[in-house]
């Protein structure tokens, strides 16, 4: 038993006998000297011991328990997201029938996830035009490294125009649930759709 089990004990056999506040604080000061609990902490003791409780913990918190961050929730809402990643918080939240605050909570600090976007690329290129491309570029570099005259006069630049008549997916729609500091995939954008 610890020394604070003991003073507590006291404290409690003390009030049974009927002595006033004061005599109990004097008595332990004169038992513990410096080592005895501050006079507010012996007060609120006594004060819980004569209203006829038998310990000095504190009681359950009032209000309503939290029943949404249990184990089986976390396991539901996980397996929810690796269903779907696009889910939002306040689909998630109608869906498992709990709080929005509750699933921000399991998603980011239990699950450790972050809602991150597609990253945007130009467009897709099909492998010819890879190959292409590639052999363009060693051409113009060897013709760099050997020095032709007048070989950049003669290098049209143009930037590329896309119009699109639609997106079919916003930014906002591409988003899913992601480990926090992992990267997101790559959405390219589309090609002109017909009307």
Same mark, same amino acid.
């Given at each position: 038993?610890?020394?604070?089990?003991?003073?507590?004990?006291?404290?409690?056999?003390?009030?049974?006998?009927?002595?006033?506040?004061?005599?109990?604080?004097?008595?332990?000061?004169?038992?513990?000297? %410096?080592?005895?609990?501050?006079?507010?902490?012996?007060? #609120?003791?006594? !004060?819980?011991?004569?209203?006829? /409780?038998?310990? =000095? @913990?504190? %009681?359950?918190?009032?209000?309503?328990?939290?029943?949404? #961050?249990?184990? !089986?929730?976390?396991?539901?809402? /996980?397996?929810? =997201? @690796?269903? %779907?990643?696009?889910?939002?918080?306040?689909?998630?939240?109608?869906?498992?029938?709990?709080?929005?605050?509750?699933?921000?909570?399991?998603?980011?600090?239990?699950?450790?996830?972050?809602?991150?976007?597609?990253?945007?690329?130009?467009?897709?290129?099909?492998?010819?035009?890879?190959?292409?491309?590639?052999?363009?570029i060693t051409e113009i570099l060897t013709k760099i490294e050997a020095n032709e005259d007048n070989f950049f006069s003669r290098i049209i630049t143009c930037d590329e125009t896309w119009v699109y008549q639609y997106d079919p997916e916003t930014t906002q729609q591409s988003k899913y649930w992601l480990p926090r500091r992992s990267f997101s995939s790559i959405k390219f954008?589309?090609?002109?759709?017909?009307?």
């Open positions: 038993m610890e020394r604070e089990d003991f003073e507590i004990n006291n404290i409690k056999f003390l009030v049974k006998l009927g002595w006033k506040g004061t005599e109990i604080i004097q008595a332990l000061q004169n038992v513990y000297g %410096d080592h005895a609990p501050k006079k507010t902490c012996i007060f #609120k003791w006594i !004060e819980r011991f004569r209203d006829g /409780r038998e310990a =000095v @913990e504190d %009681d359950e918190g009032c209000g309503r328990p939290t029943t949404s #961050k249990t184990l !089986e929730n976390v396991d539901a809402l /996980r397996s929810l =997201v @690796e269903e %779907d990643r696009r889910l939002t918080v306040y689909q998630i939240a109608q869906i498992m029938i709990i709080l929005v605050g509750s699933a921000h909570s399991i998603l980011h600090a239990d699950l450790g996830l972050g809602k991150l976007s597609a990253r945007w690329a130009p467009k897709t290129l099909q492998p010819d035009q890879l190959n292409l491309r590639s052999e363009l954008k589309r090609g002109l759709s017909t009307r």
